[in-house]
């Protein structure tokens, strides 16, 4: 039997390009065995261009997937969250699995486990705020969207849980295909006017649709505000990949943030030293900081 062959895919444009270079220094220093890591950059900055060049990074141009009216631009970041629908396409054939990653990520360890998954592989986003969810606060009142989730067999996705995070997820070949691909295009188009977080709402609905169960093992994905949540009891010392999923650690909001359980400048620090370093690794940092002793991880399967 043939070598799985896996790759790690990134996008980014200029203005997240320091939380990409922090990602890929992480990623050399934790995870040196990666597999290839493929990046599509979307601007035109020369620096980000001689960045490119001289880490020999792979760059690639899948088509871009339109973008789409349906959704209210005031809940879109940035057109480019559309570009990771590319990824259920042929493009990729060469590789059996694809881990993406969102560039404000730092990776602590290896991902060996996870980018090898059998299944589609995502964690779920995990967040008690009854705004946080798939749809736009006040939907659930709308008739005309309980009545499209009843001819797709949906139930309406209310729970705390009910949403994936969308920063990482594995993608195996076998949904990379156009039956997959359309039906990505068919539910964005579908309930555009009521999705809150635009690509994150689309693959969570993709994932309901299709059964895909939400992994609870937060040491793949810890995403910031997981931190203060006293019932998952996370620890720094286990995690693999940090996710700077809400307020970003160069921001003065991250250090006022209240739900970092008190590790708003430690974060802060670690990310500055992946984020300055070096490609060659000088300064970069160590899989620090601790938390404090005597934490541990409860994980849920």
Request: proline share 7%; net charge negative.
């Amino acid at each position: 039997m043939a070598t799985p062959r896996h790759a790690i895919v990134s996008f980014f444009n200029d203005r997240y390009f320091d939380y990409f270079r922090a990602c890929y220094h992480s990623l050399k220093r934790n995870y040196p065995a990666h597999p290839p890591l493929l990046v599509a950059y979307d601007g035109h900055s020369p620096d980000v261009e001689a960045f490119l060049d001289r880490t020999g990074i792979t760059r690639i141009s899948p088509d871009r997937p339109p973008r789409h009216d349906a959704i209210d631009p005031n809940r879109i970041k940035s057109p480019i969250v559309f570009d990771r629908f590319s990824l259920w396409t042929d493009y990729f054939d060469d590789y059996d699995n694809l881990l993406h990653l969102d560039v404000d990520t730092l990776v602590l360890g290896s991902l060996d486990e996870i980018i090898s998954s059998p299944g589609f592989f995502i964690i779920a986003n995990h967040e008690p705020w009854p705004t946080t969810r798939v749809f736009v606060e006040g939907a659930s009142e709308d008739a005309d969207l309980h009545a499209l989730l009843r001819e797709d067999g949906l139930d309406y996705p209310h729970d705390m849980d009910d949403m994936a995070n969308a920063g990482v997820f594995v993608l195996p070949r076998r949904f990379r295909n156009s039956e997959e691909h359309a039906l990505i295009e068919r539910l964005t188009m579908r309930y555009g006017p009521y999705l809150a977080y635009a690509d994150q709402s689309v693959i969570s609905l993709w994932c309901l649709l299709r059964g895909i169960p939400y992994s609870r093992d937060y040491r793949f994905n810890c995403q910031t505000p997981l931190l203060g949540d006293e019932s998952l009891r996370l620890d720094l010392d286990e995690v693999r990949l940090l996710h700077f999923s809400n307020h970003k650690p160069d921001t003065e909001a991250f250090l006022k943030w209240k739900r970092l359980n008190g590790l708003n400048e430690k974060l802060r620090t670690m990310y500055r030293s992946y984020r300055y370093a070096d490609e060659h690794g000088s300064n970069a940092a160590q899989p620090e900081p601790k938390a404090s002793p005597g934490r541990c991880l409860k994980i849920v399967q």
